[in-house]
């Protein structure tokens, strides 16, 4: 099933690049454990959150700086962190600083949206549809999926592209619709499990109506497929004259690198809609 994830989510790459981000999806999935082991009893739980979060950012900086080795010194018997190491070499090699520091924005996002989410359950308490939407885009780690796209298919953009209003409209919205459809699918279970933090449950109002919550989310989940397909157009007209003083060939190659990774984002919003 996890192979299935990650050539849903990358399926332009190549079968050792696949190889490479399924050891990232691991890691991923091991933190998550992680967290779990450390907030599982009773009790708050923010402090060793934050404890475990910054051995998992302190790693992950050390992997990704050059001609340094991670130090996992002090990490205790944190899984990831030996983990992480395998992924973080190829990381380093095939992605720029530049590409390697949106990656790292991503994962101070996931650590910022479960520390967010501790939080209200420290208090046990539900958050509001705001709070919730708030930290639910990090906390759901689809950013860092979604960062490692041109890592998948060996691609370079310009900054000029990459900073755009457009791309952080179409990335923003890609990383909700991922969630959003987690929410839908997975909100039997969670409910089972007696998980409430789910945007069909927040939305259903203190009536409790699921179905009317059910409904809602749907609506939004319409919306945020009008933004994405909004956003891709409009990144195509403005990397097209952002990019127009390039040289033909040179600005074809980036334009084609570009299609492909707007094709990724639709196809990983379309592919990975059943995962639990």
């Given at each position: 099933m996890l192979d299935d994830?990650?050539?849903n989510c990358y399926p332009f790459a190549g079968r050792d690049t696949l190889t490479e981000l399924t050891y990232f999806v691991c890691w991923m999935f091991l933190v998550d454990d992680e967290i779990d082991r450390?907030?599982?009893d009773n009790g708050c739980h923010e402090n060793?959150?934050?404890t475990l979060w910054d051995d998992v950012l302190d790693l992950v900086r050390s992997n990704l700086s050059e001609g340094e080795d991670a130090d996992i010194n002090g990490c205790g018997e944190l899984r990831p962190m030996?983990?992480?190491s395998t992924f973080g070499k190829s990381l380093q090699r095939g992605y720029t600083k530049e590409q390697c520091s949106r990656y790292m924005t991503q994962l101070l996002a996931t650590a910022e949206g479960y520390l967010a989410e501790q939080r209200f359950r420290d208090k046990s308490e539900l958050p509001d549809y705001?709070?919730?939407c708030n930290y639910r885009s990090g906390r759901?780690?689809?950013g860092q999926v979604v960062s490692l796209i041109e890592f998948a298919n060996g691609?370079?953009?310009p900054a000029e592209i990459m900073d755009s209003p457009e791309m952080e409209k179409l990335l923003a919205n890609m990383v909700i619709l991922l969630w959003i459809n987690n929410d839908i699918v997975s909100l039997r279970k969670e409910l089972r499990d007696g998980f409430f933090e789910n945007l069909v449950v927040i939305s259903s109002g203190s009536a409790c109506d699921l179905q009317a919550g059910l409904n809602h989310v749907v609506g939004r989940l319409e919306e945020t497929i009008q933004e994405i397909d909004s956003a891709a157009s409009a990144l195509m007209g403005s990397a097209t004259e952002n990019i127009s003083h390039l040289p033909k060939d040179l600005k074809r190659v980036i334009l084609d690198h570009l299609r492909l990774f707007i094709s990724n984002c639709k196809s990983m919003c379309r592919g990975i809609v059943s995962w639990r």
């Open positions: 994830y990650v050539a450390v907030t599982g060793s959150l934050l030996e983990a992480f705001e709070a919730y759901c780690c689809m691609s370079q953009l």
